[in-house]
């Protein structure tokens, strides 16, 4: 066996490492292992493996019906409501009416009458009672949202939640106070106190703000100056235009802003400003900045609402009663490209009982809705026109065609309150009587259940019709659900559903190639740190290429269900996500790593991968033996080729990032000999003052044949005592094993990995 300190062939990168790390060490002969296997067990022990079950709740629905004078009916029979779903009638098992005003009688008599007995006996009022106030299910729990709004319209929103406040008094009624900007600050806590929650509302809608004006304005001659620009591509591309038009459609580009006066959308936009010499440079300069961040804005906008209140309605899911969230912003941006996202949130927010009622704090506003919507739609057709000419415009085409279908902010509004079971209040001056509304409809409604006669739990949604027996009447409450399975008590998206029935089928599917790893880092005195680890070549998925002007990408569903020895699930790794694809690069490959700590036992994981865009799904099962409380520890052992620069500071808890590089290990059985493997491993010294340092050797086996045992010079301790190893090998065909073992004192760990050279 030989050993030198050449590092030939090792990008700069690489060298980096090494030489941080550890002192480059090229071994003539290879190695391969893990301490946890990826492969797929045995048929009797597939078959023996426990069936992971499903079960869900009966649904739930808030009920609102009111008459043609926009009364609410208070008077409803059960025999008045019939329940359909996807056209198939319910049997109903429960139908409550809750009355606004009796429930609020009979909570300020039970108040009297607790303070009574209290008084009677002494102690303090509410003091070891055991009616407290209501029903659980009565409970009221309010969540105001006040969104990014913008500054002239701040007394518009705070006047709307004090009317909301003061329409009925608030025992049994708890309501919470939150401000979202870039991120959802709590700003009051659950509590029925008025004085407080006015003190929350004038906080809350302080700086507040909204590009909504500007982005209108720069929206629209942002629209006009794209038309203008292809417009004169197509001129200037056709065989007919003489050199003195093309110098005069130059001429006009040179300044546009005459061109852009003349558009019939800028005339149209109420808020327009002028073109004049002060104010047009000003504003074509803004146009260019909105035309780059557009698709940027859509999605991050969008995404920020929809994470914020996706989490706001995982707050209410377990609360009891009536749940209502009040959201009031300039409109809701709806990110670009991902329906998804929508779809999910009312999905989530049905499941949970959870109704929006949303309201446009801009009023009854002379500016057109539609205006972004008609202006993307106008570029989009210029632009399309202008594609053969500038090709560029191709791509920003397919942006525009994108954008106009969620251009218009306050549909999602609208959308989001009808698809829960609230209600939107746009296009009105006037807030008092749909803030009474509101409170009419949170403290009177009906509550009715039914168990689904369709137990196929397939995801697909489910369209609920509720119809009243009286003319004229119009109903309020969710228009259906996703029909997913629950697990543990928790609901599954849609991708989880599909991955649950591979999981579920006998025999486990296989459909394309991946690998699934548990890896074992750091040994804790009652839990063991792991990664769990998916690596998915991209030349086994289907890419999307529908898109036009846009690069193919692939949609993955990555699920794993932690189950003890008992066939318990203990815990869920879940995610879904899209990526870019070059098609032309073979060998690029997903890697996904998530976290994991395991308490000391036998665990299987079920992992099943999704090509969400073939429809395909591989299940594969691995098996971790856990023993926590080890003095020394080492961690699995792990084959990288690449590193890649970190975009951010390090993350202290990610155990592949090292110095100012992240590791990206390889899960693969086998490597082309053309590939030179590299080895990473990290020793986990036992403490204390009198510990000696740890010895650590390398021991090859080729073909079965023992070929040598090597002891390792360590780097120096990492700040938390860990020590990272990183090796670099000579390549040769053949099947190795290679076993790291460490020595301190009395004690002992070793690690193990098998990998092919072909």
């Known amino acids: 066996m030989r050993l030198c300190c050449s590092d030939s062939g090792v990008d700069l990168m690489i060298r980096q490492l090494l030489t941080a790390l550890f002192s480059a060490i090229t071994l003539g002969f290879l190695f391969a292992g893990g301490t946890l296997l990826g492969q797929e067990p045995s048929p009797n022990a597939t078959d023996q493996s426990p069936v992971i079950r499903s079960t869900t709740r009966e649904v739930l629905l808030d009920l609102v019906v009111r008459d043609k004078h926009h009364h609410a009916l208070t008077d409803l029979r059960p025999e008045e409501v019939e329940v359909y779903e996807d056209g198939v009638r319910q049997h109903v098992k429960a139908f409550v009416g ?53 500054p002239l319209n701040l007394d518009f929103a705070r006047q709307a939640v004090s009317e909301f406040l003061h329409s009925d008094n608030l025992p049994n009624t708890y309501v919470t106070v939150y401000r979202l900007n870039q991120t959802l600050r709590t700003m009051q806590p659950y509590t029925g106190d008025k004085d407080a929650l006015a003190k929350a509302v004038e906080a809350a809608t302080k700086g507040l703000s909204s590009k909504d004006a500007v982005d209108t304005n720069a929206t629209v001659v942002s629209s006009a100056n794209g038309v203008l620009k292809a417009s004169a ?6 065989p007919q235009s003489g050199p003195a038009t093309v110098q005069g459609i130059q001429s006009i580009l040179l300044d546009p802003l005459p061109g852009i006066a003349k558009d019939p959308l800028f005339a149209a936009n109420a808020s327009s400003q002028d073109v004049s010499v002060t104010l047009g440079s000003a504003l074509l300069a803004q146009s260019i900045l909105e035309t780059g961040l557009r698709v940027v804005n859509s999605r991050v ?85 202008a594609a053969g000419p500038d090709p560029e415009n191709g791509h920003r085409e397919d942006d525009d065609i994108q954008l106009t279908a969620v251009a218009n902010n306050q549909a999602t509004l609208v959308e989001l309150a009808d698809a829960t079971g609230g209600f939107s209040v746009r296009n009105t001056n006037e807030i008092a009587v749909p803030m009474q509304h509101v409170m009419e409809d949170i403290r009177t409604h009906y509550e009715l259940s039914y168990t689904p006669t369709s137990t196929n ?20 409450t969710r228009k259906g659900y996703y029909a997913l399975p629950e697990l543990n008590g928790e609901p599954l998206q849609p991708f989880e559903a599909t ?59 990555l699920v794993a269900l932690v189950r003890d020895a008992n066939g318990e699930i203990i815990n869920k790794i879940s995610r879904s996500f899209s990526r870019e694809v070059a098609s032309a690069d073979s060998a690029q490959r997903i890697l ?56 951010g500071p390090k993350n202290p808890f990610d155990p592949f990032e090292l110095g100012n590089a992240r590791i990206i290990p390889t ?74 073992t460490a020595h301190q004192g009395t004690l002992v760990a070793q690690s193990v990995r098998s990998l092919k050279i072909e």
Not at 356 to 369: C, K, N, Q
Not at 544 to 551: E, I
């Open 457 to 476: 739990y397939d995801g697909h949604f489910r369209k609920i019709e509720v119809r009243v027996g009286r003319p004229k009447t119009t109903t309020q």
């Open 301 to 385: 906008e969008g995404m920020n609402a929809f994470d914020s209140l996706h989490e706001l309605v995982r707050s209410q899911e377990k609360l009891p009663g009536r749940k209502v969230i009040l959201y009031l912003a300039d409109g809701l941006a709806s990110p670009i490209n991902q329906r998804d996202v929508v779809d999910n949130l009312i999905s989530y927010a049905n499941r949970s009982g959870v109704a929006f009622y949303t309201i446009d704090t801009r009023g009854l506003s002379v500016e057109d809705p539609l205006m972004q919507s008609k202006t993307a739609q106008q570029r989009a057709g210029a632009e399309s026109s």
């Open 667 to 740: 899960f693969a059985d086998s490597l082309p000999s053309s590939s030179p493997p590299r080895l990473y491993f990290i020793v986990y010294p036992a403490k204390g003052a009198s510990a000696d340092a740890p010895n650590v050797t390398l021991e090859i086996i080729r073909d079965g044949k023992a070929m040598g045992r090597q002891p390792l010079p360590l780097p120096a301790p990492q700040p938390d005592g860990s020590i990272p190893v990183v090796l670099q090998l000579a390549q040769g065909t053949g099947q190795y094993d290679i076993l790291v």
């Open 233 to 238: 591509a197509n001129i200037i591309a056709s």
């Open 499 to 557: 991955a649950l029935n591979a999981i579920n089928a006998r025999p486990s599917p296989v459909e394309f190639p991946y690998q699934v790893a548990a890896v074992q880092f750091r040994n804790g005195p009652s839990a063991v740190e792991y990664e769990v680890a998916f690596e998915l070549p991209v030349s086994q998925l289907k890419a999307d290429a529908t898109r036009k002007g846009a690069k193919p990408f692939v949609r993955v569903g």
């Open 592 to 647: 996904y790593t998530e976290p994991l700590a395991l308490p000391k036992g036998h665990f299987v994981i079920d992992a099943a991968a999704t090509d969400e865009v073939a429809g395909k799904t591989t299940v594969k099962r691995i098996s971790v033996f856990v023993e926590p409380g080890k003095d020394l520890a080492l961690s699995s052992l792990q084959i990288f080729q690449k590193v890649d620069p970190l975009a």
């Open 98 to 150: 809750v009355q606004g005003s009796e429930q609020l009688q009979t909570e300020r008599n039970q108040t009297n009458e607790a303070s009574a007995t209290a008084k009677g006996n002494g102690t303090a009022p509410g003091a070891g009672s055991s009616s407290q106030v209501n029903a659980l299910r009565q409970l009221n729990f309010v969540a105001v949202v006040f969104a990014q709004i913008a």
